[in-house]
């Protein structure tokens, strides 16, 4: 990506608030001047009164006080409130467009970016960036105004003591920000130790039956008190190094602050300066402080934001390899499927070779083959999460490179080994979010079809209980909701991407009835990964390597000994026996809870 | 954990404050304490001085314009004071970062401690997943060391505001109470907005986590979201989420920023009130321009009293909920435990372990040689699950007893409830023909050990991991018997190879092997082993228990979960169990 992208990001999006971030700016400036005249109106006050001036003149001047500085304190609630408002428009903005667009992006993408590195991405990233580009943005610029301010003033008053002030400022700021430097090794070592502190910890803690049946319960308390022992020295040095660069700082501002109320004195003393001025530029040498710190931190965020921004950015350039078709609907009912010599290549590695497979609207076509052979490829190319490398994939007769995303997806439903759940309600589960339009009648005879309908009645909020997830649910009741999303949405072609987990029998029993129902009248491509549930099949695919190493009617070939399925068919009866110890010794893990 | 201790830590919140745990707590290390609070209500207390000698220099000018030596050395005073000021602080924090440190650790280690030597079941005593403990670990006790922190500022603001009003009261009373009535109606106002600060700081906490929850499953489901073609959904959803979290989080921010404000505020109405206030008395010259330097000095100091009151209530709250959650990491819910007396050596750290020694006469001599074990009518149940009904095995000095039957037929179970590793609905157990209690503590080495079915290696170095604690004088002995020397000697960094997170840089034999060597060094007169056929291959297996009955030197007991032939042919008796019984022998 080209260097200067991030600013560019930024300034587009604020571009559209142009007129609040200008409003903003003006407040800004008044909300931090008012500040500034506080100390000076003190200061005339005290001239006045030195000078024997009437009651009611000095009752006028603190009453411009009382106005002006709270004012100020009025201000600055109100900017914050602005510039938070802001924040949180631009932020969303552009975490709605970078949602936006990796939703779009294709399964491939998703492959390498775990659903983790998105929620930085769209959510943490923006975080430190609009937080940088609103609150810490008016914050450098307020205090940088609060600090000019000051020191204007100063100088105004007098020379010499504003520049006194100036110089102590720059002093206190170069000590910090030197110190600070030599202080980021001493922070890191701190953050590792603890690291390794809490990382031995939640070993321990996770081989605690290890730890107690074999005595080791104080050698893990011993490891935690080491621990901890390193951490204080690793704590005291950094905050040695961390608030030593903070403390010689603030020794130089009260240095400051000092000499200029000597030199206010001295001043004083050659009659050029008032008692009155006297104080405000004491006043004014403590105040610069406050400011100073506030910007440093700020600068802190400043390199976090920036990183922030050039990911987002990246992200955003990211174009999707699959571009959406512009043809026409699919015809209704269930859809013919055309594989027209498909060949298709994944990362440099052939996955397809050939394919030449077409099956009528209506037939069910089972795929069998082994891991790797390129079953569930055939499934993800029909739902054109990839797109072939050769040849042609036709769905009710039309290739789906011409077809669009939307229309192809409402048609063609997909069933997978794993059932997502979303931690929503079960209606949101049902119809993804809304993508399904329709009533909750629909939706209760739906999950009645699958069997369900028991299920439901015990949910105390029926179609609106929050689902956890996929943990609240055994596996089978995930199938049988997954079945439920089919059924609503009532495609004419259905992948079934068979489900490889073990259930017990009743659960089997259920989604079998329902698979019944779930395929009648569609055009069914079913992966299978066990041959006893193709008996369903009108047809099958043998797949080997990629090829296609056999295609035929289902009873033809199961007839016919020497096809490849046939052979399939015998050598899993002759494993039948041995299966159910394989099957007992996967699932012996441990103890039972 | 049953769920009656849990009612029993519901009722200790209101009866165990955490206020009384942080005194607790401020005990353990009185002298650090006082130092801290020493130091941090010096630090608090230094604008005292400071507008003592502002005034003495503002009416010193300002009466006597050109007044001699005295004004330079109470200037260079102050100087002194606002720079010592600076370097006592230095003192204050890296003092204190100690002490927090301490305020974590005692918890931590009481915590610990509970956890891997109270007696009782180990499974179930977390809560939830390690990862979960580790935050009540991380921070509860943090939330409890904020109270004493806090308890450190409240004092030093609450002293010099006491300090302040006191002078400023000998100057002129009227002014003073005046000034100090914004102050009082401020502190009022930050008690009453600083829960629902926290309430809305929950919500914005709240909002942000959906979103992120959101994220998380909508992209890690996001072939089941294209395949539904539920994109355009999930992206109304998400905006939806985005503009609540975007309201709550606003209210949030906003919030803090109005306790910042009242806090300046504060300040301002009292500087403006007190100068309203002294017009006529000024001119009168009844209250000198010195007096208004001191009295604009020390309202800055109270405004900030109202801030730090807010938090006291709030972090009480909080750590209120902190006790209850580490209480429940305790066997029994007493939040006096989490803070009981530990001795720490935080300085210096603790030192090496003392290893372990097993080989000791006196340590076998206390426990007892094993010469006979009786298992009389040993029942669990599980909610659902198989459960064993009532067995009995008899395990004699020296005799190998091996435990068969099908998956499920509830083999580990047995081991697990002899060990008191999880919890038993009735049987008693006799050592020697004496009733053991309490199996949990008592069936540890050097009387018994136990070789899991997956066991649980740490990461640290090989030799480490496999000695835990105990010292090294067996362990080239248990290697041998464990079949692992040749492993060890082809490592690159031999008996110092760091193992990896749960023993991931070694394979699957290795970590099982090295868990028997775990249990070998520690010479128990009885040895318990759980399957090892998972992971090691037949030929292995076998050459272990070769080596181990050739062992003549060691006279353990063995009772072992095994299946194969091979070991079973060995056995001096073979139990086999089904569902939970033992079968009749055939």
Known sequence: ?593 | MSPTPLTQSDRSDTRFSSGRVAWALLRREPVAFAIAWTSWVLFHLVPIPVGLLLKYVLDHINHDPAGGQPVWAVLVVLGVLEVGRWLELLFAAVQWHGCWVGWHTIPRLNLLRSLVGDPGPAAHRLPGSPGEAVSRFRDDTMDLAMVLDVWLDISGVAIASASAVAIMLRIDARVTLVVVLPVLAVLWLCRWLTPRLRIWRRQAREATAAITGFIGDTFGSISAIKAAGAEGCVQERFEALGSTRAKAARRDEVGTQLIQSLSGATGNLGIGIALLLVAPAIRRGDFTIGDLGLFTTYITVLSALPRWAGRVGAYHRQADVSVERMAELLSAPDPARIVAPVRTHLRGGPGPFPPVSFDHPDSRRDNGRLDNLEVRDLRVSYPGGVGIHGIDLDLRRGSFTALTGPVGSGKSTVLRAMLGLIPTDGGSLRWNGIEVAERSTLFTPPRVAYLPQLPRLFSEPLADTILLGVDGTALASALRLACLEDDVSEMVDGLSTMVGPKGVRLSGGQIQRAAAARAFVRQPELLVVDDLSSALDVETEARLWERVFADTAWATTLLVVTHRPGVLARADQVIELRAGLVAPRR
């Not at chain 1, 506080?38 to 411009?64: K, Q, T």
């Not at chain 1, 204007?152 to 504003?162: C, L, N, S, T």
């Not at chain 1, 994944?346 to 076509?365: E, N, S």
């Not at chain 1, 055009?523 to 695919?541: E, F, Q, S, W, Y």
């Open chain 1, 1 to 593: 990506m080209s260097a200067p992208r991030e600013p560019r990001l930024l300034a587009s999006y604020l571009r559209s608030e142009r007129r609040p971030v200008g409003g903003l700016v003006a407040l800004l400036v008044v909300a931090m001047l008012l500040p500034v005249a506080g100390p000076v109106l003190v200061g005339r006050f005290v001239d006045a009164a030195a000078d024997g001036r009437e009651a009611s003149a000095l009752v006028g001047i603190a009453a411009v006080f009382l106005l002006v500085t709270l004012t100020g304190d009025g201000l600055q609630l109100l900017v914050t409130w602005l510039s938070v408002r802001m924040a949180w428009r631009i932020g969303n903005r552009l975490r709605s467009d970078l949602a936006r667009h990796a939703l779009r992006l294709e399964l491939a993408w998703h492959g390498e970016h775990s659903p983790g590195l998105l929620i930085e991405r769209i959510d943490g990233d923006i975080d430190a960036l609009t937080k940088f580009a609103s609150t810490a943005v008016l914050q450098l610029l307020g205090n940088g105004l609060l600090l000019v301010g000051v020191i204007v003033v100063a100088v105004v008053i007098d020379w010499r003591a504003g520049l006194l002030i100036g110089a102590a400022a720059v002093a206190a700021a170069s000590t910090m920000s030197k110190l600070r430097t030599a202080a980021v090794p001493a922070h890191d070592a701190e953050r590792e130790v603890n690291g390794h502190l809490y990382g031995d910890l939640e070993e321990r803690l996770g081989g605690l039956e290890d730890l107690r049946a074999n005595g080791a319960g104080e050698y893990a308390v011993h490891r935690l008190h080491d621990h901890s022992a390193r951490w204080w020295s690793a704590a005291r040095r950094a905050s040695f190094l961390g608030d030593g660069a903070y403390v010689a700082a603030g020794a130089a501002f009260s240095v400051g602050s000092a000499l200029t109320l000597a030199l206010g004195v001295f001043l004083h003393r050659r009659g050029e300066l008032s008692v009155g001025s006297v104080l405000v530029l004491f006043r004014f040498a403590q105040m610069v402080r406050e400011p100073l710190e506030r910007i440093a931190e700020q600068m802190r965020d400043f390199q976090k934001a920036l990183a922030g921004a050039r990911r987002a950015s990246r992200l955003l350039a990211t174009e999707p390899c699959i571009v959406d078709g512009q043809g026409g609907a699919l015809p209704s009912g269930p859809l013919s499927v055309d594989f027209d010599h498909v060949g298709f290549a994944y990362d440099d590695r052939t996955v397809l070779h050939d394919v030449d497979v077409h099956l009528a609207p209506g037939t069910v076509l089972g795929v069998v083959g082994r891991t790797g052979s390129g079953k569930t490829t055939i499934g993800r190319l029909l739902l054109r999460f990839w797109d072939v490398t050769n040849g042609a994939v036709r769905v009710g007769g039309l290739d789906l490179r011409d077809v669009r995303a939307a229309e192809l997806r409402s048609r063609i439903a997909v069933v997978t080994q794993e059932v997502e759940l979303f931690r929503a309600s079960l209606r949101d589960n049902l119809t993804l979010f809304g993508a399904l339009t329709t009533d909750d009648d629909h939706l209760s005879v739906a999950l009645a079809d699958v069997g369900l309908a028991s299920w439901v009645a015990t949910l105390s909020g029926g179609l609106d209980t929050l689902l956890d997830g996929n943990d609240g649910l055994s596996a089978g009741e995930a199938q049988l909701l997954a079945f439920a999303r089919v059924l609503l949405a009532d495609p004419g072609l259905i992948v079934l991407d068979e489900a490889s987990s073990r259930l017990d029998p009743r659960t089997e029993a259920h989604i079998t009835a329902a698979t019944k129902r779930l395929l009648a009248g569609r055009t069914v491509v079913m992966i299978a990964h066990r041959l006893a549930t193709l008996d369903r099949a009108d047809k099958i695919l043998v797949l080997d390597h990629g090829h296609v190493a056999e295609i035929g009617d289902r009873a033809t070939l199961a007839a016919d000994p020497t096809s490849h399925y046939a052979r399939l068919l015998g050598a899993s009866s002759a494993a039948g026996l041995e299966a159910p110890e394989a099957l007992a010794g996967a699932g012996q893990p441990g103890a039972p809870r």
